[in-house]
């Protein structure tokens, strides 16, 4: 089935580690995304990307890093300047980026917690 | 400032009610309009596109009013199942070109 997939579901971040978040879609899409939610708060953005090997930052991309080697992957990196970073973090994808018709679909999220 | 403005509720609406909430924005550029549901610790996903002439699909239908610059979501005959929150995304006029409201808790009481 096509899809988005995110992994791990759940994530532990010890003090003055960087983390990695996966995600890898099969879905063709030329564009994808990535998110934070807080409890109660709406999605803010924090790195999207157009096209292979080029990415933007978003509204929130301060202590995040990422890369875009391939088409199908679009890792998240919560480094240790990140000093809240317990959330639940969302990738999305759609087919282009400024294709205004096409919606965004997302992949199940990843909780990331401090211990 | 792009901005898109939600009633966070929680709407308490008994099964088998009709229910609407609207979702103004404010950026007059935008192009697209979406209404996603998101259930508690999910993902958000999509509920149904908003087209400028209106459109329906079973109980849900979806308005776009650009002169007052807002979109609506009537729910008739909700279910239980219909209790979520609805994101209202909308897109086009920037670089990131996406825009989601924070949501509106809909829940339906038996």
């Known amino acids: 089935d096509g899809g988005i997939t995110q992994s791990p579901k759940y994530l532990f971040r010890k003090e003055g580690q960087n983390v990695t978040l996966s995600c890898e879609q099969n879905l063709n899409h030329d564009a994808m995304y990535w998110y934070r939610q807080d409890p109660g708060q709406g999605l803010r953005l924090i790195y999207y990307?157009?096209?292979?090997?080029?990415?933007q930052k978003g509204d929130i991309a301060e202590g995040y890093s990422v890369s875009r080697e391939k088409k199908e992957s679009f890792p998240l990196t919560v480094t240790s300047a990140q000093k809240n970073p317990t959330a639940f973090y969302l990738c999305?994808?759609?087919?282009?980026?400024?294709?205004?018709?096409?919606?965004?679909?997302f992949g199940d999220g990843t909780r990331l917690s401090i211990l | 400032r792009k901005e898109v403005e939600q009633d966070p509720g929680p709407f308490n609406v008994p099964e088998g009610a009709t229910v609407a909430f609207n979702c103004t924005y404010s950026?007059?550029?935008?192009?697209?309009f979406f209404w996603y549901r998101q259930d508690c610790r999910k993902e958000p996903k999509l509920l149904m596109s908003v087209y400028s002439s209106g459109n329906e699909d079973g109980r849900f239908t979806a308005q776009l009013n650009r002169a007052s610059q807002y979109i609506s979501l009537l729910i008739r005959d909700s279910k239980l199942s219909d209790s979520a929150t609805y994101l209202c995304?909308?897109?086009?006029?920037?670089?990131?070109?996406?825009?989601f409201g924070k949501g509106t808790h809909l829940i339906i009481q038996p």
């Open positions: 995304v909308v897109t086009g006029g920037g670089a990131d070109g996406l825009t």
């Open positions: 950026n007059s550029a935008s192009q697209s």
């Open positions: 990307s157009q096209i292979v090997n080029d990415f």
């Open positions: 999305a994808s759609s087919i282009e980026q400024g294709a205004y018709n096409q919606p965004q679909h």
